[in-house]
């Protein structure tokens, strides 16, 4: 080819194919929607459901195969769909608020969720995150559907049929839908929650469809009231019908709104002129901006497969609550205090999960969007007197910690700006000295004995003490870290310096671990390392006493030194997973983690998942290299069981991405990314301020984990950390890739990440 068209002429056909290529940079093709389906209440492999949406959006799309009002809303081995709901859903635990189901029938108009259910087959289901379609055996008909943030178009495809019927189903415990027969529409809405609304709380929606009813019904707590246009009960729901030809395609444009019903109208343009292919088209593109991001390039396909299904998840949550009102102004309806107020709100998310990786993921990643999520942090404290930390639409009483502390903190010290920080600062004080007066959950559970002992004693009746101590610790740590990047003062400051250092008072030098203590200052002689008890949250001691993000050297002196804190670290992998598995009754966390056969690593679980990071901060990074690559190959799979636990709205899924890119952020609040192994042979990651990160890895394939050089910008670099101001400055980082240890790098102390205790 060069001889015939010139070197000139080949270089441009090569630049052209390089600029094709780019864009025909396909991320989300590789997303399956499935992955972490396949999960039931006694063994979560994710405890995911389909969602099909757009990146951060306020509604999410499902197949729903349970029962109304059954957390596991879709099973991967379940046969039948009984509706495609509209969720909101951030977990089977936290369970649903605002949602309703629509679902196509032919033959009688029915609205039993039994009776309307039909077969399907995974063999004729499409699941994109952008597009969602699936053959109803039972009606013969095929659904799909493809969303904006606050709307969807749904398109089914009917058999010829003079009874075909589509059911709209405002679900139980408060609803209500009115027929509009002349406009082909349904409006409604439902009221059903789990907690964490207000009395006020509503989802008003609307469906519009694009073929006129020739029946239509009201159902009245389950009874079928043909002709009847609207119903307002416990249960409402609506049939309306016509007759098909073949493969007749009837289209139906849905939106909702927590505002009002003439909000949801406004919500339904969103769709615009398009039909659904166009408004698919337009979500792949959405999906593709965001996932493009980062861009990996390797050999081995079912790794990128799970990367991108990872990072698919990973922003999702937490969801976007706001609304644009007629004159475009951003609007939310407060799930604190009922109100229909100015600005951002978010939720869905529990901060207990997501401090860890996810928010610093977004730090890094997407800080605009984090932007926007701080925003709305200030109105929740303005509208509720406290900053959530589990928001599920509200305060929800769950978890432990006052993780709330390390978001706020990570942001502003990663450089977010653009929003009412001095509000937030109020805020974190406020949360670390006092209790929400109904959610316990929210603010500090124990705060008075913390502030007293220096930790939560074991025999104050305040359960998951050892738990909550580690957290406040930490917290302490953030909050002080954030009071020095704002110029606070000492005297407003240094409180929380002295109170970062509480995680010592739990420290039992007998097991060299964490325990939990009496207020006179005394370790139980029957505590068990192994045990899942009361002390802890939803794990033992083996999982929680590296819960010392800010201090791992302060934790290290405690045990004795590198040597003997590496060989702690080296036991969690050792003892039996089977060990403390009679301490209590059975939580599915507890056999999750003795399946996985990797000792008492629990990775399904989320105290213990930047442990492995630790061997970092004494001198033997390989070890790290070792056990995540193993975790990374391991325990995640772009398959339907392809987590080891909770996925937790992006947590699980943001430890991998992080992980796979070659390091991880052990400590929010800090401006390091501790080192690990690099998955892929070339990473870029394209920066909000326009610069780019360029990871690659030399010789990376399966049995090359270790890393054996590295350089920074072309520059040799040995430390064991990499600093976020480098990354955004634009950084080229190179890894040298071997099968075999190399056990001089990162092992000398000037190397070694931060700790507190190194702060003079």
């Known amino acids: 080819m060069v001889k015939k068209i010139g070197f000139l002429g080949a270089l441009l056909f090569f630049s052209f194919l390089l600029k094709l290529s780019a864009q025909t940079f396909d991320p989300v093709s590789y997303v399956s929607t499935l992955v972490g389906t396949n999960s039931k209440y006694e063994l979560s492999t994710g405890n995911t459901y389909p969602a099909t949406a757009l990146p951060w959006g306020m509604n999410f799309w499902s197949p729903q195969t349970g029962k109304m009002g059954d957390g596991w809303m879709y099973k991967y081995t379940d046969d039948k769909i009984r509706g495609f709901k509209q969720t909101h859903q951030p977990s089977p635990w936290m369970n649903d608020y605002g949602q309703f189901s629509i679902m196509p029938l032919t033959g009688e108009a029915v609205f039993n969720e039994d009776e309307r259910a039909s077969w399907f087959s995974h063999k004729a289901e499409i699941a994109k995150p952008y597009y969602y379609s699936v053959y109803l055996a039972d009606v013969d008909v095929t659904t799909e559907i493809a969303p904006t943030e606050r709307a969807a178009m749904f398109r089914f495809t009917f058999p010829d049929s003079k009874n075909s019927f589509v059911v709209a189903d405002a679900f139980d415990r408060g609803s209500y839908v009115k027929i509009i027969p002349e406009e082909n529409k349904i409006v409604g809405y439902t009221t059903r929650n789990s907690g964490g609304v207000p009395d006020n709380f509503r989802n008003y929606f609307v469906i519009v469809f694009d073929k006129p009813f020739t029946y239509y019904a009201v159902v009245k707590d389950g009874e079928i009231s043909k002709g009847e246009k609207e119903f307002e009960g416990n249960h409402a729901g609506a049939i309306i019908g016509f007759e098909t030809s073949n493969n007749e395609q009837v289209n139906a444009r849905v939106a909702s709104s927590f505002i009002s019903e003439e909000q949801a109208m406004l919500n339904l343009k969103e769709l615009g002129n398009d039909g659904l292919d166009e408004i698919a088209a337009k979500g792949k593109a959405r999906w593709n901006e965001v996932l493009g991001k980062i861009k990996v390039e390797d050999d081995n396909i079912d790794n990128l497969r799970t ?360 400590c929010p609040g800090s401006d390091e990314y501790i080192l690990g192994s690099p998955l892929f042979k070339s990473v870029k990651i394209e920066l909000e301020n326009g610069k780019e990160v360029s990871i690659k890895a030399d010789k990376n394939e399966k049995e090359n984990r270790y890393i054996s050089e590295m350089k920074l910008n072309g520059k040799k670099y040995t430390k064991n950390y990499l600093r976020h101001e480098d990354l955004m400055k634009g950084a080229k980082i190179n890894f040298k890739m071997s099968p075999v240890p190399n056990k001089n790098r990162g092992a000398d102390e000037k190397d070694f990440p931060y700790s507190f205790s190194s702060e003079e």
């Open 307 to 666: 990367f991108y299904s990872n990072l698919y998840r990973t922003v999702l949550f937490p969801r976007n609550l706001s609304e644009i009102d007629a004159s475009g102004n951003v609007m939310h309806y407060s799930p604190y205090n009922g109100k229909v107020l100015p600005g951002y709100m978010f939720t869905d998310t529990g901060f207990w999960d997501t401090f860890r990786s996810l928010f610093p993921f977004l730090n890094l990643v997407y800080p605009s969007e984090n932007q926007k999520m701080q925003e709305g942090l200030v109105n929740a404290y303005k509208e509720s007197g406290f900053l959530p930390e589990w928001a599920s639409p509200g305060h929800r009483d769950i978890m432990v910690g006052n993780n709330s502390a390390s978001v706020v903190a990570d942001a502003y010290v990663k450089g977010l700006r653009g929003y009412d920080i001095e509000t937030l600062w109020e805020a974190l004080k406020h949360g670390a000295n006092s209790v929400h007066p109904k959610v316990r959950a929210t603010g500090r559970t124990g705060y008075q004995q913390y502030n007293q002992y220096g930790y939560i004693p074991n025999d104050a009746s305040i359960d998951q003490n050892v738990a909550r101590t580690l957290e406040y610790a930490y917290n302490d740590w953030t909050i002080y870290q954030l009071g020095k990047a704002l110029n606070k003062p000492e005297s407003e400051i240094g409180i929380y310096a002295q109170r970062a250092m509480n995680y010592k008072n739990l420290y039992n030098p007998k097991n060299k671990l964490m325990a939990g203590r009496a207020a006179d200052g005394t370790f139980s002689d029957s505590f068990e390392p192994t045990d899942w008890s009361r002390d802890f949250t939803e794990g033992n001691s083996w999982h929680y006493s590296w819960s010392v993000f800010h201090d791992p050297k302060g934790l290290m002196n405690l045990m004795g030194g590198k040597k003997e804190f590496v060989n702690m670290l080296d036991s969690v992998f050792i003892i039996p997973g089977s060990e403390g598995m009679k301490s209590r009754g059975m939580i599915h966390e507890m056999r999750e983690m003795q399946v996985m056969d990797m000792g008492q690593y629990a990775h399904g679980n989320q105290p213990i998942q930047h442990m492995v990071y630790l061997y970092n901060y004494a001198g033997e990074p390989w070890k790290g290299q070792y056990w995540a690559r193993e975790i990374m190959d391991k325990l995640y799979a772009a398959t339907p069981d392809g987590y080891c636990g909770d996925e937790d709205n992006g947590q699980t899924s943001a430890w991998y991405v992080f992980s796979s890119l070659g390091f991880y952020p052990v």
